[in-house]
């Protein structure tokens, strides 16, 4: 695995390509790409596949990779390596799977989705609330999500099952240059060698 910053992007399989949230997804995987940025998805097609395929088409003659994580499971196929992925890796449980896109990863991206993009989005926010693993950003892309804010803020949170701290570790980004302009402070620490377990204040 490389050395540099690499960020995981989530999202729904069931994506077609001349959905909106495809040409999206495809857009930020190139731009992560032109910031030499590395990536990291579960190798699927859907979003998974866009980002892929657009982080292929804009690294140039950057020296990054895009590391698909793939799922074998009994009711599919299992689809040969994709051309743009420089690495693939295949498991047959979603808990090693997961793991591998913690300790691979130094940020993280949820795009829209359904049940595996939750499961994403909650296990990698226990494992940072928990310090498990080190504070990451984790962007929640897309007009979907404010409505899970507003549900956990007025919920759980006002039954002080969580604090606001928790909440605060979850950003919320409408398009790709709010996701870029975060996602390129976190490599900005990164680089400076402040990826510890830290506040995500200076993200904001």
């Known amino acids: 695995m490389d050395n540099h910053f690499r960020v995981a992007i989530f999202g729904s399989a069931r994506i077609k390509k001349d959905d909106w949230e495809y040409k999206i997804i495809y857009q930020l995987g190139k731009m992560l790409a032109q910031e030499s940025i590395s990536l990291v998805t579960g190798g699927g097609p859907g979003l998974m596949d866009a980002a892929s395929r657009g982080h292929h088409a804009g690294k140039g003659n950057n020296n990054v990779h895009s590391v698909g994580l793939t799922i074998i499971l009994p009711h599919e196929t299992k689809e040969q390596r994709a051309f743009h992925l420089d690495i693939q890796q295949d498991f047959e449980r979603f808990s ?109």
């Open 96 to 204: 090693s799977r997961l793991d591998s896109f913690m300790e691979y990863s130094h940020a993280v991206i949820v795009a829209p989705g359904g049940v595996g993009t939750l499961l994403e989005l909650f296990y990698t926010w226990q494992l940072v609330q928990v310090k498990h693993i080190c504070d990451m950003p984790i962007i929640l892309m897309g007009p979907m999500w404010k409505g899970l804010v507003d549900w956990i803020r007025t919920h759980p949170m006002r039954k002080n099952l969580l604090s606001e701290s928790d909440v605060d570790r979850l950003f919320v980004a409408q398009g790709v240059k709010e996701t870029i302009d975060l996602i390129k402070k976190a490599k900005m620490a990164y680089e400076e060698g402040k990826h510890v377990c830290h506040s995500l204040a200076g993200y904001r």
